[in-house]
């Protein structure tokens, strides 16, 4: 161990300096892992200067790398991006059906509702327009739209990389949505195929169906679809309804600043529409007209025009009489033509002048009258002698109320009611000249006093009815029997429910204006039942023929005799009687009614072309002020019907009765057990002597002519009846009985 230590040899740096060991191995400066501390000044400015040299290279190599390694990494991320995008897109595509299925979808159909001349009434259905071309619409319309929402739209392919990266730009800076990318295209796709809910997948399935619409249809094809389809607000869908909506014009006739205007809604069609802010309406469309003459659509001129044009209030609904028409035509179409598939036609039987002038007429009245009488509503329907109706005004304003009193609303009818209770005697052998004697009577506990409280003693049928005497209705009633009455009203064109007791002699069971006006149709063409109709013919948008109404045979439901005794009477109405207000220049009759309180005043009256009846009243119920059916309702009668009849020649009402001689004039045997058995008069009032008789059929006194329409029904007290009960039990005048009596046995309730 000794010896290995001893033989050991180390190395040895002494000497020269490339010092050598004994066996031939050495170290040079070079060599050492730290350098020696001794070292020239020549040799450590070398240095230096060498070190400053790469720290400027490194600096420019690191700062070259840093933008290398942010566009590597832009790169990878773009390559990555798209990759996820294309993986998305696919993703949500796979969920959508082939593309080999997709179909534009059909247009919901429109129903263009026309008058007997062609005119339109109005558009129904869920677009309520027709779709109208891009070659037909007014150039201004197309050209503002694209000018606002989409300038790139004849360049682009579906989808506008510029217009989308604007509006995220925009949105970012702004730090809220404010702009949307979508082109026309992608606005057609959604509302053709998808929810507006959004969502990522319904954004991409939007962008696959704008290429799908692009690739498949020209630029003019998708932008007529889409201005055909798109909401414009307050229930308009495409610019034909929008146009009739707001301007009440064809989207054909439509002006720069109109198209200004709807081009501008469709940005928020329901806050822009100018029925809701007509001024925010004006003011977007001052943008759009400016971005029109920024593209170069119009020039200054034009544009200063537009500007000009005052913004105005659209009707916050559909206004217009018309309007009533076209809801009962839809209420019949389904049983006509079952559902609707595509556009249609109606041809209905409503000539517009005529509605025009009824809706005018009551317009007229309540505004001049309606305050100071307590009217604020009116109703008027006409109809000719095949049926047909030829206009129907349903209330003062459609826009603000869509209640159809003409056909829908139930009141009572009055004394309008008589003519079937007179035609009821008639046929029970009754005839104009038989004599009753008009004065108070007690029916049980109900005594139907005349209007006025005023009596004529023996009077004609004829007189009674011209003077629409309460006391003779209720005897008539009593002496055929209810059930006669109500068989009678119910064969004429009733179709409500009547309570079959004697109070139905003064108009207690309520009616609609329509189905009384269409009762009285028989009177006018001679006893003959049509069917009442609003549609003549239904076809489709080429012309097929869905729907024709040819007419028919019309039942008779009225002997001739009878139509010409009924005429003879209600002539004398509008004569001498109730209704003199209504008279004009034409063989007219027609009877007035007003119900109890006036809470209605009436008058249906018809000459030989047309039958007409008119209504005023409160929805409410409340009382009119003294307002009888000679008053308001002759008068619009009256302006209507003349207009109705300008320039026709003359005819007169069918049926021919004439009066017997008044010496030959004797009151008519009432049938009981004991024929020879004269009847005796019902009592007259206590301490009032009975007037002289009447002697001839519509010999009244004008001087003495009184409007004998309304009723008045006292309780069991003997006070006026409540107003929650203005109708008297169905058992009044007590039990019914045979005709074994007398009638004043029978009139007393005993």
């Not at 989207?251 to 709807?262: H, K, P, Q, Y």
């Not at 009225?558 to 109405?573: E, H, R, Y």
Request: one cysteine or more.
């Amino acid at each position: 161990m000794a010896n290995r230590r001893d033989s050991r040899i180390e190395p040895s740096f002494e000497g020269s300096p490339r010092a050598k060991s004994s066996d031939g191995f050495s170290v040079s400066e070079e060599d050492r892992v730290v350098p020696a501390n001794r070292k020239s000044a020549a040799k450590r400015k070398s240095a230096k200067a060498k070190s400053r040299g790469r720290g400027r290279d490194r600096s420019q190599r690191g700062l070259f790398s840093i933008f290398g390694r942010l566009l590597y990494w832009c790169f990878v991320f773009c390559i990555w991006g798209g990759i996820a995008v294309a993986g998305v897109v696919v993703y949500y595509g796979a969920k959508m059906p082939a593309a080999t299925t997709w179909s534009i979808p059909d247009r919901a159909p429109n129903i263009k509702i026309v008058s007997v001349d062609g005119q339109l009434i109005a558009n129904r259905g869920m677009s309520g327009g027709e779709a109208v071309g891009l070659n037909e619409m007014s150039p201004y319309i197309p050209e503002a739209v694209v000018a606002i929402e989409d300038r790139r739209f004849y360049s682009h392919f579906g989808i506008d990389p510029v217009g989308l990266t604007r509006a995220m730009v925009t949105n970012v800076l702004g730090g809220h949505f404010s702009q949307g990318g979508s082109t026309l295209t992608q606005q057609l796709a959604k509302n053709l195929f998808l929810t507006p809910d959004r969502t990522l997948e319904r954004k991409v399935q939007e962008v696959l169906l704008a290429l799908w619409l692009e690739h498949k249809h020209s630029k003019d094809q998708i932008l007529e679809m889409y201005l055909n389809r798109v909401y414009f607000g307050s229930g308009a869908y495409g610019v034909e309804a929008a146009s009739r909506r707001y301007f009440g014009k064809s989207a054909r006739d439509v002006t720069l600043s109109e198209a200004a205007l709807l081009a501008g809604l469709l940005k928020a069609p329901s806050r822009l529409s100018p029925a809701r802010d007509p001024k925010a309406a004006e003011e977007r469309a001052q943008l759009v007209l400016a971005a029109m003459r920024e593209e170069g659509k119009i020039g200054d001129k034009e544009y200063k025009m537009a500007l000009s044009a005052p913004a105005t209030r659209s009707p916050s609904y559909w206004t217009g009489s018309e309007n009533y028409v076209a809801d009962t035509v839809m209420e019949e179409l389904p049983d006509l033509i079952g559902d609707v598939r595509g556009d249609i036609v109606i041809d209905t039987t409503v000539d517009l002048t005529l509605q025009k002038l009824a809706e005018q007429s009551i317009r007229r009245l309540i505004d001049e009258s309606g305050k100071k009488l307590n009217a604020t509503q009116g109703a008027l329907v006409s109809i000719d002698d095949s049926g047909a109706v030829r206009a129907m005004v349903g209330g003062y304003d459609y826009s603000t109320s869509q209640f159809d009193r003409a056909s829908e609303a139930r009141r009572q009818p009055g004394s309008a009611f008589k003519p079937f209770v007179y035609m009821a005697a008639l046929e029970a052998g009754r005839t104009p000249d038989s004599v009753r004697n008009d004065a108070p009577i007690k029916i049980g506990k109900w005594t139907p006093d005349n209007y006025g409280g005023k009596y004529y003693g023996k009077v004609t049928l004829a007189t009674a009815l011209a003077k629409s005497l309460n006391s003779v209705a209720a005897q008539l009633t009593m002496e055929v029997g209810p059930d006669a009455v109500v068989e009678a009203a119910h064969r004429m064109g009733i179709q409500s429910e009547l309570q079959s007791n004697t109070s139905i002699a003064l108009g207690t069971s309520e009616v609609t204006p329509l189905e009384l006006t269409a009762a009285y149709v028989p009177f006018a063409n001679g006893g003959y039942k049509p069917d009442i109709h609003f549609i003549q013919r239904v076809t489709t948008a080429s012309g097929k023929v869905l729907y024709e109404n040819n007419g028919g045979s019309a039942p008779r439901v009225l002997k001739a005799d009878i139509v010409g005794m009924m005429n003879s009477m209600m002539t004398g109405t509008v004569e001498v009687g109730t209704a003199k207000k209504a008279a004009f220049n034409w063989p007219s009759a027609g009877k007035t009614g007003t119900s109890q309180n006036s809470r209605d005043a009436w008058f249906v009256g018809y000459t030989a072309n047309l039958t007409t009846g008119v209504w005023f009243g409160n929805d409410d119920g409340s009382p009119m002020k003294k307002v009888t059916g000679g008053a308001l309702p002759a008068q619009a009668w009256h302006e209507f019907m003349v207009a109705a009849h300008e320039g026709l020649p003359v005819r007169p009402l069918p049926g021919t009765w004439k009066s017997t001689p008044p010496d030959t004039i004797v009151p008519d045997e009432i049938p009981s057990a004991d024929a020879s058995q004269p009847p005796p008069a019902p009592p007259a009032s206590v301490g009032q002597p009975a007037p002289v008789a009447q002697a001839t059929a519509r010999q009244a006194r004008p001087a003495q002519t009184v409007d004998a329409d309304g009723f008045d029904m006292p309780s069991d007290g003997g006070a006026t009846a409540s107003v929650g009960h203005p109708v008297p039990p169905g058992d009044v005048g007590g039990p019914k009985k045979r005709r074994q009596t007398s009638i004043l046995d029978i009139l007393s309730g005993g």
